[in-house]
C-alpha cells in the first residue's frame, strides 16, 4: 500500500484504482450501453503525507499533514481499503497545533505540484518520528537533538543536556511524542462553559480517551457523564478553590468587567488532587511542559470572578517553591473562556506583586507558550512605558529593574524593540525622550483599568523550604 502511495505521489496522479480502459472495436462505441458506475475507491493517507486541506477555522485549503487516522462507520467496508472509511487527524503547517484536527476524507486534497510540496516541506516541523528523508546525517542528527531536548524538557520541567539521555530514555521520549501528537480529549464542560480543547493531556488511563469530560468548577474533579457531574454538584461542598485567599478587589477590574476578582494559594504539596486536576486541564491548553503530577515543589495561584453562586476559574499561574534561577512564574493560562479580556496581563501582573513582596526580581520559566509570550511582551511594555512617562528625574535600568521586580535582561529586551535603549561603553543605558515615550504609547494605550490593587494582597513571603525539600 504504502509503497504505491509513492509511486502515485511521484508520477503526481491522484490514487484512485480505475480499471484499464475498455478496449472496444471502433464504431461500436456509440451504441454501447454505458456500463454500470462503481464508485471509485477513494485514495487512503498516510500518515505524514503532505495535503491540502479544508480548515474548519477558515473554510480554505491550507498545506497540512496527516498525524493521523482513524476507521469510522462500518468496519467491513466491502473490498480493500477505501480512503473514506476513514478520519484524519491533521496538523496545518503555517498554523499552530491548537488548529489540529479530526477531518473527514472529502476536505483533504493530494498535493502533486514540486512547488508546492517544496513550500511543504520547508514548513514541516522537524519531527523524530518522521525525519526528512534528503535530510543529511549532520542535519537530521541537529533535529533529532533539538526536538529531543523540546520534549525532554516538556516532561521534566528541566532543561538537562540531551547528550545525557540513554537510548532507552530517547526510545520513551520517542514513543511519549507518538503518543502526544494526537488530541485525546476534544471537549470540556467547565460551569457554565462548554470549551473544545487544544492539545493532548496525560488525563489517568480511564479518562485519556473520553470523547468529553464533565468538571466540577470548584473542586475540579473530573468525570465522565453530565449525570455523574449533576450528582456530584449536589454533594459538593466547594464554593471556591482550596488554599488561602490571598486577594479580593472589591470591585470588577475594569468597566469591561462584571464580577470582582480574587486570587488563591494553594500549596501542590497539600492540596495535590486539585493541583493535578488543574494541570491536567491546563495542559488541554497549554502545548508545552506543566507539572502534570510532580506539583508538591510548586505554589499554584488561581485567578477567579467572584459571584452570588461562588468563585469561578478565571486562569492561575504556578511558581516553583524555590527557583535557584529566579523564576516567578512556571506555567501560565487564562482558560479560552476567559481570554482577550486582559486577564493574562492580570495573572502576570500579580506574580511581580508577589516578587516585589519578597524583595527579589522575576522572570518567567522558558519556553514560554506562544499565546503566553504575547502576554508577556505587552505587560512589560506597558509597565516600562507607563513608569518613563510618569516617572520624573533619572532612572536607570537597574532602577526599572527595582522599582518592577522585572528582570534587567527582559526590561533591556522590552526597550529593545521599542530603541528605547543603547549600547554605550559595554553597557546598555536608557535612550529615552518624552516624545518617543509619547509616540510608543499611542500606539501601546495603556489599560491602566485592569490592575491589581496591591494595597489589596494579604500575603507573605514563605520562609525558603530547607535545600532537602528542593526537586530533584
Ligand atoms: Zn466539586
Redesign the pocket.
Known amino acids: 500500500m504504502a509503497s504505491d502511495a509513492e509511486e502515485k505521489e511521484k508520477t503526481g496522479e491522484a490514487m484512485v484504482a480505475t480499471p484499464g480502459p475498455v478496449q472496444r472495436p471502433e464504431g461500436l462505441a456509440e451504441v454501447e450501453e454505458e456500463p454500470p458506475k462503481t464508485p471509485e475507491p477513494k485514495r487512503v493517507y498516510e500518515a505524514g503525507t503532505q495535503v491540502s486541506c479544508k480548515a474548519s477555522f477558515d473554510g480554505q485549503n491550507h498545506p497540512a499533514e496527516v498525524v493521523d487516522r482513524r476507521r469510522v462507520g462500518r468496519t467491513d467496508t466491502a473490498g480493500a481499503d477505501d480512503g473514506g472509511a476513514y478520519l484524519y487527524y491533521v496538523h496545518y503547517l503555517e498554523y499552530n497545533k491548537r488548529l489540529d484536527e479530526w477531518v473527514e476524507h472529502g476536505r483533504l486534497s493530494p498535493i502533486t505540484s514540486p512547488a508546492e510540496l517544496k513550500k511543504c516541506d520547508s514548513l514541516r516541523s522537524p519531527s523524530v518520528l518522521s525525519p526528512r528523508h534528503d535530510a543529511g546525517p549532520g542535519q537530521l542528527e541537529r533535529k533529532v537533538t533539538r526536538n529531543l531536548k523540546r520534549r525532554y524538557d516538556e516532561i521534566h520541567h528541566t532543561a538537562p543536556d540531551v547528550e545525557d539521555l540513554t537510548p532507552a530514555e530517547r526510545t520513551l521520549e520517542k514513543e511519549h511524542e507518538e503518543k502526544t501528537k494526537v488530541k485525546n480529549i476534544q471537549m470540556i464542560e467547565l460551569g457554565k462553559y462548554e470549551l473544545d480543547t487544544w492539545y493532548y493531556s496525560p488525563f489517568p488511563d480511564e479518562y485519556a480517551s473520553a470523547f468529553k469530560l464533565f468538571f466540577?468548577e470548584?473542586?475540579l474533579?473530573y468525570m465522565h457523564s453530565k449525570k455523574t457531574l449533576v450528582k456530584?454538584?449536589h454533594k459538593?461542598q466547594?464554593r471556591k478553590p482550596p488554599g488561602r485567599e490571598i486577594y479580593a478587589s472589591t470591585r470588577p477590574p475594569s468597566v469591561r468587567h462584571k464580577n470582582p476578582v480574587c486570587f488563591h494559594e494553594i500549596d501542590g504539596a497539600k492540596d495535590k488532587r486539585y493541583c493535578q486536576s488543574l494541570c491536567l486541564l491546563s495542559k488541554l491548553f497549554l502545548d508545552h511542559k506543566t507539572c502534570y503530577y510532580d506539583v508538591e515543589h510548586f505554589w499554584f495561584y488561581v485567578l477567579t470572578e467572584r459571584d452570588a453562586q461562588g468563585h469561578h476559574i478565571v486562569g492561575y499561574f504556578s511558581k516553583e517553591k524555590n527557583s535557584q534561577e529566579g523564576f516567578n512564574l512556571a506555567c501560565i493560562l487564562t482558560l479560552p473562556s476567559y481570554q482577550r479580556k486582559g486577564y493574562g496581563k492580570l495573572l502576570i501582573a500579580f506574580s511581580y506583586e508577589l516578587s516585589k513582596l519578597e524583595g527579589k526580581v522575576g522572570t518567567p520559566e522558558r519556553p514560554l507558550s506562544d499565546l503566553g509570550l504575547v502576554s508577556y511582551r505587552s505587560y512589560w511594555t506597558r509597565v516600562l512605558l507607563g513608569l518613563l512617562r510618569d516617572y520624573k528625574g533619572s532612572l536607570s535600568i537597574k532602577d526599572l529593574s527595582t522599582l518592577t521586580a522585572i528582570r534587567t535582561e527582559d526590561i533591556v529586551q522590552t526597550l529593545q524593540t521599542l530603541n528605547l535603549v543603547k549600547y554605550y561603553k559595554g553597557q546598555h543605558i536608557l535612550n529615552v525622550t518624552q516624545r518617543a515615550v509619547e509616540e510608543h504609547l499611542k500606539v501601546h494605550k495603556l489599560s491602566r483599568d485592569v490592575a491589581i490593587d496591591s494595597s489589596r494582597i494579604t500575603w507573605k513571603p514563605h520562609a525558603a523550604p530547607n535545600s532537602s525539600s528542593k526537586k530533584k
Request: with cysteine; aromatic share 12%; charged share 10%.
Open positions: 466540577c470548584y473542586c474533579k456530584h454538584m459538593c466547594a
